[in-house]
């Protein structure tokens, strides 16, 4: 009899013995919690050797894990950049060359007016992982009122900007932030985007945050008090994080979309002349960014290095090194699905045609080069990279130029006259790219007029 009983109370405690199995391997996934800035220059962070701004949560999120220094993301501008980082592709496969603007707008340049929901996405793939997915701040990939929403891309919570679902105001996003994080902790693992204003404009920073930077010249002043109070969020999302005892088990990454708009600053800069009715608008409408490209030619636009090469601190305790650089590796934003996939144990579906590739031992300290070329479409041209040399070429592919990023990181030297069979085998990988592309964009992504 009590050997029955036995037998009969295992049979009865096996489920719950296998649930909290599982309750504890999903436990041991890391959390994930991806911080994109928008237009937030390389040279922007006192990390990378800025002089004039603070960014002490940034500088301290660097100690704290591992600075890539060759992070690429796939599109000088916002839309087709945050595509790359979602999808895990290249934003010209879904006709994404430019920010989205109206439908009139896109149809002039032949874009889509939102992603298509049908795309693979990184929130998907976490989610069949077990994850809640979430999102707080800038979409700006499809808010037309036939946009689709939020969760047809696999986002289970959202509040946003530029898209569709619940509103939040631009000064809100820390706040929104913390709130989620506060509420995704009881139900672990969560992956969640913010994705910050700053330094987007318009420049508009608080006045108390403008009075820390009052030795500076006016133009300098308001960008430097922009730049902190972004950094400000990325502090405010560390201590949630720390406060709710997530800290330890939580990958934390920090990027930024695209480089920075406007014009560098100079010593004899002068801000713009101010508009009518800036000053009904507060503080800093009428200031431009004078951003920093840490050296790097070109800026916000541009396929040159100061335009896509952006910030990208990676903290994960116990698996990324702390205070550590990565000068070498070639990191890029399609790269992110793969690589945070393999992190979470995720595993892709066997049709997933994906850009990127899985770095994590890039992450990990390990030395990783990446073995697949880099692609880039604009409305002006195209570009490549594959290893050490990226080329350009323009939209009939018939003038190229050629520059070795390793050695000149800065694009000075232009070297197609010396490489010729180079300039011939990159040109001929271009052109193969092209012919995958579609030549119009999904008409089930396009609003009717």
Same mark, same amino acid.
């Given at each position: 009899?009590?050997?029955?009983?036995?037998?009969?109370?295992?049979?009865? /405690?096996?489920?719950?013995?296998?649930?909290?199995?599982?309750?504890?391997?999903?436990?041991?996934?890391?959390?994930?919690?991806?911080?994109?800035?928008?237009?937030? +220059?390389?040279?922007?962070?006192?990390?990378?050797? #800025?002089?004039?701004?603070?960014?002490?949560?940034?500088?301290?999120?660097?100690?704290? @894990?591992?600075?890539?220094? %060759?992070?690429?993301?796939?599109?000088?501008?916002?839309?087709?950049?945050?595509?790359?980082?979602?999808?895990?592709?290249?934003?010209?496969? $879904?006709?994404?060359?430019?920010?989205?603007?109206?439908?009139?707008? #896109?149809?002039?340049?032949?874009?889509?007016?939102?992603?298509?929901?049908? *795309?693979?996405?990184?929130?998907?793939? /976490?989610?069949?992982?077990?994850?809640?997915?979430?999102?707080?701040?800038?979409?700006?990939?499809?808010?037309? *009122?036939?946009?689709?929403?939020?969760?047809?891309?696999?986002?289970?919570?959202?509040?946003?900007?530029?898209?569709?679902?619940?509103?939040? @105001?631009?000064?809100?996003?820390?706040? &929104?932030?913390?709130?989620?994080?506060?509420?995704?902790?009881?139900?672990?693992?969560? &992956?969640?985007?913010?994705?910050?204003?700053?330094?987007?404009?318009?420049?508009?920073?608080?006045?108390?945050?403008?009075?820390?930077?009052?030795?500076?010249?006016?133009?300098?002043?308001? &960008? *430097?008090?922009?730049? $902190?109070?972004?950094?400000?969020?990325?502090?405010?999302?560390?201590?949630?994080?720390?406060?709710?005892?997530?800290?330890?088990?939580?990958?934390?990454?920090?990027?930024?979309? #695209?480089?920075? *708009?406007?014009?560098?600053?100079?010593?004899?800069?002068?801000?713009?002349?101010?508009?009518?009715?800036?000053?009904?608008?507060?503080? +800093?409408?009428?200031?431009?960014?004078?951003?920093?490209? @840490?050296?790097?030619?070109?800026?916000?636009?541009?396929?040159?290095?100061?335009?896509?090469?952006?910030?990208?601190?990676?903290?994960?305790?116990?698996?990324?090194?702390?205070?550590?650089?990565?000068?070498?590796?070639? /990191?890029?934003?399609?790269?992110?699905?793969?690589?945070?996939?393999?992190?979470?144990? !995720?595993?892709?579906?066997?049709?997933?045609?994906?850009?990127?590739?899985?770095?994590?031992?890039?992450? %990990? +300290?390990?030395?990783?080069?990446?073995?697949?070329?880099?692609?880039?479409?604009?409305?002006?041209?195209? !570009?490549?990279?594959?290893?050490?040399?990226?080329?350009?070429?323009?939209?009939?592919?018939?003038?190229?130029?050629? &520059?070795?990023?390793?050695?000149?990181?800065?694009?000075?030297?232009?070297?197609?006259?010396?490489?010729?069979?180079?300039?011939?085998?990159?040109? %001929?990988?271009?052109?193969?790219?092209?012919?995958?592309?579609?030549?119009?964009?999904?008409?089930?992504?396009?609003?009717?007029?």
């Amino acid at each position: 009899m009590k050997h029955t009983l036995a037998v009969l109370l295992s049979l009865l /405690l096996t489920p719950l013995t296998a649930l909290r199995a599982a309750e504890t391997t999903q436990s041991t996934k890391p959390n994930i919690v991806f911080i994109y800035a928008d237009d937030w +220059g390389w040279g922007d962070l006192a990390c990378h050797g #800025n002089t004039w701004q603070k960014t002490p949560n940034l500088d301290r999120l660097a100690q704290e @894990g591992m600075s890539f220094r %060759q992070f690429n993301v796939l599109s000088p501008v916002c839309s087709p950049s945050r595509v790359a980082a979602t999808t895990g592709q290249f934003p010209a496969r $879904y006709s994404f060359l430019f920010a989205l603007m109206s439908p009139e707008a #896109n149809r002039k340049i032949g874009q889509p007016d939102w992603l298509d929901p049908k *795309a693979p996405t990184l929130f998907r793939f /976490l989610k069949a992982a077990g994850y809640r997915t979430a999102h707080v701040g800038k979409w700006h990939m499809g808010k037309d *009122a036939n946009a689709p929403q939020m969760s047809a891309y696999g986002v289970d919570v959202s509040t946003v900007y530029h898209g569709p679902g619940p509103q939040l @105001g631009k000064g809100e996003v820390g706040k &929104y932030a913390v709130k989620t994080i506060e509420e995704l902790k009881q139900r672990q693992p969560f &992956y969640l985007n913010v994705w910050i204003p700053q330094t987007h404009l318009a420049i508009q920073p608080s006045q108390a945050s403008v009075e820390l930077f009052k030795a500076l010249d006016p133009q300098r002043q308001a &960008y *430097a008090a922009w730049i $902190y109070e972004g950094d400000q969020i990325v502090g405010r999302v560390l201590d949630a994080l720390r406060k709710a005892g997530l800290e330890q088990n939580t990958i934390v990454i920090f990027s930024s979309d #695209n480089g920075p *708009a406007g014009q560098e600053w100079k010593p004899d800069a002068r801000p713009p002349t101010p508009k009518d009715g800036d000053a009904k608008k507060g503080f +800093g409408k009428h200031y431009s960014s004078v951003g920093s490209t @840490g050296g790097l030619r070109g800026r916000k636009g541009s396929l040159f290095e100061g335009g896509v090469r952006t910030p990208f601190i990676v903290r994960w305790p116990g698996h990324v090194p702390a205070n550590t650089t990565n000068e070498t590796t070639v /990191l890029t934003a399609v790269d992110l699905l793969p690589t945070l996939c393999a992190a979470a144990g !995720a595993v892709l579906p066997d049709d997933y045609r994906g850009d990127g590739e899985n770095l994590i031992e890039a992450w %990990q +300290g390990k030395a990783v080069s990446r073995t697949k070329p880099i692609f880039w479409k604009v409305q002006a041209g195209f !570009a490549m990279r594959d290893g050490e040399w990226k080329l350009f070429a323009d939209t009939q592919g018939k003038q190229v130029e050629l &520059y070795n990023v390793v050695q000149d990181r800065a694009e000075t030297k232009e070297l197609s006259q010396q490489h010729p069979e180079l300039i011939a085998r990159m040109t %001929q990988a271009l052109t193969a790219w092209k012919e995958t592309l579609p030549k119009t964009p999904n008409p089930d992504c396009v609003t009717r007029l």
